[in-house]
């Protein structure tokens, strides 16, 4: 944005994002008493409809559409310099149009909740000499030695921090004195502490780093940091990858610049800030979901202001401006909790590629099982590959197996050979991890006697039952209900519980082995704030225990103890609608085999299955998570599939189906109008989504699936247009989904 400083400010207009459902920018006048040209992303509060709102400045024009007597002037300038940096704002930008979002929106997701509402950053008071009390010699108060100490003090420094007197001991009843005595007097003023400081090797390491294999040697060497490049470093869990990212980190920490590492929330345990502290002697702020609002505005304000050396964060933390950034890490990188999947739906990996990209520092992505995208991007050579092979230290190879269950007697889902490996592995003292990707006891209650299921009244989807907090749940609206004495169709007493899920293994577990410890792992057994801090405490005694969890089991933590993992049913995702399914079944069986052997123990892997002739099985107990990826990423290209080519979602739901459906069938048919489908731009739908009904609304989808992103993305604003003008596109609630993780 071109940035003339006019004098004659009546001339100019300003565009003002607001929090709005609209995708575009609002006029208004400069204030009154206006006496200079206000930046991109200065806050501003302008009136709004009937309400007074804050916005953010995003560009300055000379001429406006709207005829001046409609335009209103910006009531009041919140900053004197952008809370948002330049680099980060056109990111932001950049942002808005690609995923087709309101840029208020996208705006205010840089922003902590306090600065979005036109709060004041975090205030910091400070103590100086009043006019009196600068005219004082510096021998007065000598009857009082603690006066005399502040007043010296004060007339050492211009102002001092409550800290730093605190600091020079200081009490607040010294203070007091003088300020009854009119010497001194207090300010506020944004809290402004130094950069984090480095006095040398010593002082920023506080501990020495390990010495690295080869390679690890060898991809920290690749990479460059004075210049963009995007790194997947490629490492099994336990290869050592950690390692490399903090001795990266070091260097840009003696360049004073600041590193940005990025975590799936499920990975933010209190090991891993431990593992960082334990390395560094600068300030490391954590942003997450869980902080209240002040702890958020006071870790992005360390981040913006330069004072943190180092930013650890969830998804979210892709937006926070930094003072002097030198390196973004996004370790596993493949975890689709860096997709946002409602309201803004950005990618906080992707928009970590192109923030890194403009701010020409390093990106260094790292997995155990990288996304098909990392991966084509390597052999495209738009990222660099670094390979970490084996894990540190030479623990061996899991062995796998591969348990068929066809024609086999299950026990409420375990295999007869699988109860007996547990079995030996609880006799030799070793703890064992059961993998089973569903909560709740049983997904389905059925009426023996006339068929009658549980559904959810608001979904197309059975209701699972729930022992722990004893009820029926939905597990995708969130309702719940009394578990029923008797069938509320014929009031039979042959309820049955089908299926299984953690609870009902949980039971049955302890069941069969009723002295050993079983532990589940779910979200609604880790619902408190400690409770899998403390389990992980517990587990890591090494003392022999049965594990059975969800996915949870399979990221982040550390089992050095586990010598068997067991995945109870492979099978669900091998039959699924979601394009994605089978790569997110192989990353998750790969992480979950991960578990097994870390220590000094040997581990087995024993996976249960209806299929296992299935190629991708074959692959995976090869140990060659790169083989199978190989495998899937050619069938991708096969069907000519992301990311083989672009793909973006139209989703539309409405309490009444027709409509929504109905409002698609349209959009297609404008679609068409702008551009027929051909192979370079097809377009599929609109259909019911994997889950027709959901909390009480129909939904569809439409799928745009194009070889040239371009093209692509300019058919989307142009869709986006249309939709914003299209009547029947009113009452219904639509959304646009670039690059989607589930089903196409
Ligand atoms: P990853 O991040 O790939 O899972 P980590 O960096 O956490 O791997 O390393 C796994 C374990 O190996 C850690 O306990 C770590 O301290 C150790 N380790 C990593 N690199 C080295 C090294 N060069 N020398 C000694 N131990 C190492
Ligand atoms: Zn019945
Ligand atoms: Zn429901």
Redo the contacts with the bound molecule.
């Keep these: 944005m071109p940035q003339t400083d006019l004098k004659m400010t009546d001339a100019l207009f300003y565009q003002v994002a607001v929090q709005s459902p609209l995708r575009r920018l609002f006029d208004y006048l400069p204030p009154a008493n206006a006496r200079s040209t206000l930046a991109p992303g200065v806050r501003v509060t302008v009136p709004f409809g009937k309400r007074e709102v804050t916005g953010i400045i995003v560009s300055n024009t000379l001429s406006s559409g709207y005829p001046l007597d409609k335009l209103k002037p910006i009531t009041t300038v919140l900053d004197d310099a952008p809370l948002i940096p330049p680099i980060l704002f056109d990111v932001l930008l950049w942002a808005a149009r690609y995923y087709q979002h309101p840029i208020g929106d996208v705006l205010a997701s840089a922003l902590p909740t306090v600065l979005r509402k036109g709060g004041d950053l975090p205030q910091q008071s400070f103590w100086r000499l009043s006019t009196h009390g600068k005219g004082l010699p510096n021998d007065a108060l000598s009857r009082a030695p603690k006066q005399q100490a502040l007043l010296q003090l004060l007339q050492q420094h211009d102002s001092l921090s409550r800290e730093s007197l605190a600091a020079a001991d200081i009490s607040t009843p010294t203070l007091r004195s003088l300020l009854k005595k009119e010497l001194i007097e207090s300010f506020t003023t944004t809290a402004s502490h130094p950069a984090f400081n480095i006095n040398g090797e010593l002082a920023l390491l506080a501990e020495p780093p ?4 080869n390679d ?1 040697q060898a991809a920290l060497q690749q990479v460059e940091f004075h210049a963009y490049n995007s790194y997947l470093m490629d ?11 903090l001795q990266a980190i070091t260097t840009v920490l003696r360049h004073y610049r600041q590193a940005l590492v990025l975590i799936p929330e499920i990975n933010l345990s209190p090991q891993t800030l431990a593992r960082f502290q334990a390395r560094f002697n600068c300030p490391i702020v954590l942003i997450h979901s869980g902080l209240s609002e002040r702890q958020r505005l006071d870790a992005w304000w360390a981040a913006a202001s330069g004072s943190a050396g180092i930013i650890i964060g969830t998804r979210s933390a892709a937006f926070v401006p930094m003072k002097s950034p030198g390196i973004i890490i996004v ?1 596993e990188e493949h975890d689709s909790s860096f997709k946002q999947q409602e309201g803004f739906r950005y990618s906080a990996r992707d928009v970590a590629v192109m923030r890194a990209s403009r701010e020409n520092i390093p990106l260094l992505l ?1 997995s ?1 099982t990288p996304s098909l995208e990392s991966l084509y991007n390597c052999e495209q050579g738009r990222y660099r590959h670094l390979i ?1 092979k084996g ?3 030479g623990a061996v190879q899991p062995e796998w197996q591969l348990v068929d269950i066809r024609h086999s007697q299950l026990n409420t889902g375990f295999s007869q050979i699988v109860i007996e490996a547990i079995s030996t592995q609880l006799a030799q003292g070793n703890q064992i991890l059961v993998f089973l990707n569903r909560r709740g006891f049983a997904p389905t209650l059925m009426c023996h006697d006339c068929g009658w299921v549980a559904n959810c009244k608001h979904c197309d989807a059975h209701l699972t039952v729930h022992t722990q907090r004893p009820g029926l749940h939905c597990h995708h609206c969130e309702s719940r209900q009394a578990l029923p004495p008797t069938c509320p169709d014929c009031s039979s007493m042959q309820l049955n519980y089908l299926g299984q899920g953690t609870e009902r293994s949980e039971a049955t577990l302890q069941a069969l082995f009723p002295t050993a410890t079983v532990h589940r792992v779910d979200r609604d057994s880790t619902g408190s704030k400690h409770a899998m801090e403390e389990l992980m405490q517990e587990v890591s005694k090494n003392e022999p225990c049965i594990l059975v969890g969800t996915q949870m089991l399979a990221k982040g933590h550390h089992f050095p103890g586990v010598a068997l993992v067991v995945v109870l049913d492979a099978d669900t995702s091998l039959f699924s609608t979601d394009f994605r399914a089978l790569e997110k079944m192989g990353q998750l069986i790969t992480q979950v085999a991960g578990r097994a052997g870390r220590g000094a123990k040997p581990g087995k892997v024993m996976i249960q299955s209806h299929h296992c002739e299935h190629p991708v099985f074959e692959l995976l107990s090869q140990h060659s998570y790169a083989k199978f990826a190989q495998h899937i990423l050619r069938e991708r290209q096969f069907s000519a599939m992301p990311p083989f080519a672009n793909a973006a979602l139209i989703r539309a739901e409405f309490h009444q189906g027709g409509e929504a459906l109905g409002l698609l069938q349209k959009a297609r048919i404008y679609l068409e109008s702008q551009m027929p489908s051909s192979p370079t731009m097809r377009y599929l739908g609109p259909f019911p989504a994997a889950l027709e009904k959901r909390g009480g609304r129909y939904r569809y989808q439409l799928t745009l699936i194009g070889t040239e992103r371009r093209t692509l993305h300019t058919l989307l604003e142009r869709l986006c247009r249309w939709l914003e003008q299209e009547k029947s596109a009113r009452k219904v609630r639509w959304s646009i989904d670039v690059d989607p993780q589930d089903t196409i």
């Design positions: 390990l010495s690295l294999s690890q490492g099994e869990t336990g290869s050592g990858k950690t390692e490399v990212y370790d790292g155990a970490i894990r540190h230290g």
